[in-house]
Nanobody, 126 residues
Framework: QVQLVESGGGLVQAGGSLRLSCTAS????????MGWFRQAPGKEREFVAA????????YWHDSVKGRFTISRDNGKNTVHLQMNSLKPEDAAVYYC???????????????????WGQGTQVTVSS
């Protein structure tokens, strides 16, 4: 059974920073491609950023390029989303997602992920 545990959400002023983390636990020696999505009230869930299981490939949504950084701990299924220069429009529930992978593949679509975290709230005050 795979579980994703997220942490790091909260309230921040516009222009501030937050760091989200997510750890995937599963069968021994399993590796995951991992990503972050977000969903604001009344909107569809959207892709934010993702990283391959080996850390060699990363994709971002254009709206967060230059402000958000995704990284993972070497050899571990822990991913971080460093969010800088936050804007009110970044406010949403952020979800961590994972799928089994042992390559440089980076999934960017919701349907490409098998496992999801419970979500963590990010609030940005103007």
């Amino acid at each position: 059974q795979v579980q994703l545990v997220e942490s790091g959400g909260g309230l921040v002023q516009a222009g501030g920073s937050l760091r989200l983390s997510c750890t995937a636990s599963g069968p021994t020696d399993s590796t995951f491609a991992m990503g972050w999505f977000r969903q604001a009230p009344g909107k569809e869930r959207e892709f934010v950023a993702a990283i391959s299981s080996d850390g060699s490939n990363i994709y971002w949504h254009d709206s967060v390029k230059g402000r958000f950084t995704i990284s993972r701990d070497n050899g571990k299924n822990t991913v971080h989303l460093q969010m800088n220069s936050l804007k009110p429009e970044d406010a949403a529930v952020y979800y961590c997602a994972a799928r089994f992978s042992d390559s440089d593949f980076v999934p960017v679509l919701i349907k490409q992920y098998s496992y999801w975290g419970q979500g963590t709230q990010v609030t940005v005050s103007s």
